[in-house]
Every structure is written in structure tokens, then in C-alpha cells.
């Protein structure tokens, strides 16, 4: 009842703002569009503000899963109509604040102090508001300007609620529509889901952070602020306040005499050098999160907040984008098929000159054009449409780096619109794979584990002389067999001990043939059935 409850809220608050024609075109409510006819939301409804900022407004209601949703497509103004970009924008950081004596009291419940024992100064109207949390001015008692992050109140309610419409959704998709199969709509519910929650532990944030400094520490490209330990806990975080431009003032920024291509590019290395080289990338990476240090325009850096969400790979699946883009920027189509194959993302059938050719067809026209204008999200679209006719498996584990990369994308070129971001990424992936291939790294790779190593090395001769006594025995038994073969075996047996039980009836039913044959007349007759019976019996035994 929850979930329908929810549903039907979506679909007054769509209604409300005069956003019926998403109504009629969500599939979700097609059974029930004689509903939509009759609604009276429908006939008194008036559209007020333009389509984006009813778009946004409605965002802003339906919560901090439909607000998210705003902030990611709000990066991709090549993608999107302008009116509406600017408008979704506007989630970043303009959400509507929640009471400020709201917030105090929960720092003060949370910290088991009064603010004024906490803080030098504690300002109670927010600085920020964002959809899962807002932000706070306050100063330490030793003159240090921090920020303080507080939880909205109420949210693990909302969102355990939404998810619960998600899994609903996921469910339904799965069990009507022919491509979930490929899509994997519950798997990437699931991962959606452990990354929204992560968001609501602000512990888990400062340990971000704290990492995230780590890997870049004396960097010219990238600060992170200093988190208060002290005074964290898991709905409350204290840092270090930035003090910077945001990223979507381009025009200050250029007023000050920025180097913007610089600064695009440095952004590319930024994300290529998490994802890569650290294995640890800030994965919300909106406007609303970046600000630029501009004390020498020469040198702009860049200067990041909001760490609820980050992502990490397998090194299998880094090993196989990095190829992946390679092969792409080389034109190799016959290894993008060949590592698709190797990944798994594709189903073990496909024929590998077959998926070579497809993307191909997708690829070449799109490199008739300089590199620079070759657009990373679209070149996903099209790939996506070679995907569909492939069968190929969406992997939820790389979710949010396609959706990081592409904000990224976005962000840059709103920056640069000449941004060549093959130019920039490029000899990131090539210096890393070759540092992976290198003999220094296999060297560090053999010393971290050499202790696991060290432990094989010992159990070997005891395992080989135990192989060796039981070959000599003729004992030496090399299992191969999958859980699947055996159980088909179980089956198999079943199978044979019932018609073991059907041809002993047989054997049974052609003595007594044989027997009446003997008392009756004429006895030809009986012969006969016998010699029937018995061919009958000895054809289904040999068969076997």
C-alpha cells in the first residue's frame, strides 16, 4: 500500500505542476490514462513558470532521489534543452533549506553539547542547502572558519520509501518488459541503493574525505578540505570551509583572467587519475560540488566538497575500460569486441567478427570528426544501441563512473567547448597500462603478497607428496565435475531406477504371456504374443 500510495503521489505532484504529458507517457500509467481523463487535477490545473522550472519544482517535492536524478541530467546541456539545464542547475545548490533551530538542535543531540560549547560563532542560517543534507558557517574556538553538515530530518524515511517504489518498479520491469533481461533493472536498484544510503553516514563521508586528501596530497591539481574528527558523528561532519569560486561562474572566472583550457584539462586528470591511479574517484562530481582557487589564474585548482559518494572498480574491470578506450581511440574494433567477450558483458555465443562489425558501423562516422568534438555521451548512445541488439548485460558496478565520466564531460565543456578530452585522457591510460605491464610493478606486486606466497611455497611439497603417494596407489582422484553435472546425474539415476522398475514389469507381463501361451488354444497365438513381448523388451534394454 506504501508503494501505491507513493505512486499515486508522483503522479499528483507531475499533475500539479503541469507536467501531464510525462503522465501519459510513462508506460507505468497507461492501464490507468481513463484515470488521468477524469482527474480533476487534470481540468483545474494551470501552468504557472516556464516548463524547467515546473520540472524543477516537482523535482524538488518528490525528495532527494528525484532531486539527484535533476542534478546528474543537469550536466548534460548537449543533451538537454537549454531552458531546462539552466533551471535543473539550480538543484545543486539552491535546494530550499529546512529550519535552521532544526539543525542546531540535532548538532547539539548528536555532540551531546550546546553549540555555543562547540563553536566560536555558529551561524544558523544555512550557507547551502542540497537534498540530502545542508550546510552550516561556524568558526572553532582557536579562529578556524569550518562548515558544518547536518542531515536532513526525516530522510532515511523518505528514501527507504522511494527505494521501496524502485524495487517495486524493478520488479514489474523484470517480469514485463522483454529487455530487462539485458538491463538487470533489480541489480541496478540494488547498487543505486548501497550508494544513496552511503550518503546518509557522514562518517563514511569524512573517511572519504580523509582518503581522498591522502591520494592527493601536495598536488597542484586538486585540495580537499581537513575533516574535525572531534566533532563527527553519523548525522553531523565539521571541515575545513573552502573558499572559492563555484565552477558554474565561468564568466567570473574568466573576469579574473583564468586559464580555462587549463583548468578544463586539469578536471579530466582529476577524474582520470582517481579512477586510474588511485582507484578511488569522487563520483558526485556536479557543479555544485567544485569550486576553483584562483590566487594564481595561471594556476587554477580545484577545490571539491561532498564526498557521500565514491566509487571504486575491480582491477579487472579498470583493465578492460583502459583497454577499451584505447582500442576505441585507435580504431581497434576487433579488440573492443575481443575484451567484451573476455569481460563477460556479452553473451559467451556472440560471434566476435559479428561484434566487431557492429561497432564499427557505430564508430566510424563518428570519427570523421575532429577528436574534440567527438562527445564521450554520445558515443555511449550509440554503443548502448549496439548493446540492445547484442544482448549485452548492463554492469551496475560501473554505473556511476558512466555517470561521473559523463558529468564530467559536461562540466568541461561548459568550460572549454573546445576541450579535447581524448588529447588529455590518453596519456593517462597509456602511461598507466604500461606501468601495470612494467617489471618494477610485477616486482611490488610479488613483495606485497610474497607472505601469501611465502605460505604456498611452504604447503607445496607436502600437497605434491600426497599427490604422489595416492597416483602410486592408483587413489589419485581429480574432481572436475560442476554442482550442475551432479545434479543432473541425481536425475539421471531417478530416471533409470524408474524404468529399471518398468522393464521388470515387462519381463513379468512376457512370462505370463508365455505361461497362458502354453494352456491355450491354439498354441501358435500365445507364441506369437510372447515372441512380441519379448522383441519389445530386449529392443528397450539395448537401448539403454
Known amino acids: 500500500m506504501r508503494v501505491a500510495g507513493r505512486l499515486l503521489t508522483i503522479h499528483r505532484v507531475l499533475v500539479r505542476y503541469g507536467l501531464d504529458d510525462y503522465v501519459r507517457a510513462t508506460h507505468l500509467y ?40 535533476g542534478q546528474v541530467v543537469s550536466t548534460r546541456r548537449d543533451l538537454l534543452p537549454s531552458d531546462i539545464a539552466d533551471e535543473l542547475a539550480r538543484l545543486q545548490d539552491r535546494v530550499p ?3 535552521g533551530s532544526l539543525a542546531k538542535a540535532r548538532i547539539e543531540a548528536s555532540l551531546g553539547r550546546p553549540v555555543t560549547g562547540i563553536f566560536a560563532s555558529f551561524d544558523v542560517a544555512p550557507l547551502a542547502a542540497a537534498s540530502i543534507a545542508q550546510v552550516h558557517a561556524a568558526t572553532l574556538p582557536g579562529g578556524r572558519e569550518v562548515v558544518v553538515k547536518v542531515l536532513r530530518p526525516g530522510m532515511r524515511e523518505a528514501i527507504d520509501l522511494d527505494l521501496e517504489v524502485l524495487h517495486a518498479l524493478a520488479g514489474l520491469a523484470e517480469e514485463y518488459w522483454p529487455d530487462s533481461r539485458r538491463l538487470r533493472p533489480r541489480d541496478v536498484v540494488v547498487e543505486y541503493e548501497k550508494t544513496i544510503l552511503n550518503e546518509l553516514d557522514l562518517m563514511r563521508e569524512a573517511g572519504n574525505a580523509s582518503q581522498l586528501k591522502r591520494n592527493f596530497a601536495g598536488s597542484p591539481l586538486l585540495h580537499v578540505p581537513e575533516v574535525y574528527w572531534d566533532f563527527c558523528r553519523q548525522d553531523v561532519m565539521v571541515m575545513e570551509r573552502i573558499r572559492g569560486i563555484p565552477i558554474s561562474e565561468v564568466a567570473r572566472l574568466r573576469e579574473l583572467g583564468t586559464d580555462i583550457p587549463k583548468l578544463a584539462e586539469n578536471g579530466v586528470e582529476i577524474f582520470f587519475t582517481q579512477v586510474f591511479r588511485h582507484n578511488f574517484f569522487h563520483a558526485d562530481m556536479h557543479p555544485g560540488n567544485i569550486f576553483v582557487d584562483v590566487a594564481d589564474p595561471a594556476k587554477p585548482r580545484y577545490a571539491a566538497v561532498d564526498f557521500g559518494i565514491i566509487g571504486t572498480l575491480e582491477p579487472r574491470d579498470q583493465l578492460y575500460l583502459a583497454g ?6 585507435e580504431r581497434d574494433y576487433r579488440r573492443v569486441a575481443v575484451l567484451h567477450l573476455e569481460s563477460g558483458w556479452v553473451p559467451a555465443g556472440t560471434r566476435a567478427d559479428e561484434l566487431e562489425s557492429a561497432v564499427r558501423t557505430v564508430c566510424e562516422p563518428i570519427f570523421d ?23 549485452m ?25 573546445e576541450l579535447d578530452l581524448w588529447k588529455t585522457a590518453l596519456p593517462i591510460l597509456r602511461d598507466w597500462m604500461r606501468e601495470r605491464a612494467s617489471p618494477r610493478t610485477v616486482i611490488a606486486s610479488m613483495r606485497e603478497h610474497w607472505p601469501d606466497i611465502a605460505e604456498a611455497i611452504k604447503v607445496l611439497p607436502v600437497i605434491a607428496r600426497r599427490a604422489i603417494r ?53 498354441v501358435w497365438l500365445g507364441w506369437v504374443l510372447a515372441a512380441a513381448g519379448a522383441t519389445w523388451l530386449v529392443r528397450g534394454l539395448t537401448r539403454r
Open 369 to 391: 570528426k575532429p577528436l574534440k568534438d567527438i562527445s564521450f555521451g554520445i558515443v555511449l548512445m550509440h554503443l548502448f544501441e549496439v548493446a540492445r541488439r547484442y544482448e
Open 393 to 417: 548485460q548492463v554492469q551496475p558496478q560501473l554505473i556511476l563512473l558512466q555517470k561521473t565520466l559523463l558529468n564530467i564531460e559536461g562540466l568541461g565543456r561548459q568550460l572549454y567547448p
Open 470 to 522: 595416492r597416483a602410486y596407489d592408483d587413489e589419485l582422484v581429480v574432481r572436475t565435475e560442476s554442482a550442475s553435472l551432479e545434479a543432473l546425474r541425481k536425475e539421471t539415476r531417478k530416471l533409470r531406477r524408474r524404468s529399471d522398475s518398468i522393464y521388470a514389469a515387462g519381463v513379468v507381463f512376457v512370462g505370463g504371456i508365455v505361461w497362458i501361451s502354453l494352456a491355450t488354444q491354439p
Open 324 to 329: 577499451n578506450f584505447l582500442a576505441f581511440f
Open 30 to 69: 497507461r492501464p490507468l490514462r481513463f484515470v488521468f481523463w477524469l482527474s480533476p487535477w487534470t481540468w483545474f490545473t494551470r501552468r504557472r513558470g516556464t516548463r524547467g522550472e515546473r520540472l524543477r519544482r516537482a523535482l524538488e517535492d518528490l525528495g532527494p532521489i528525484f532531486v539527484k536524478f
Open 97 to 99: 533549506p529546512f529550519d
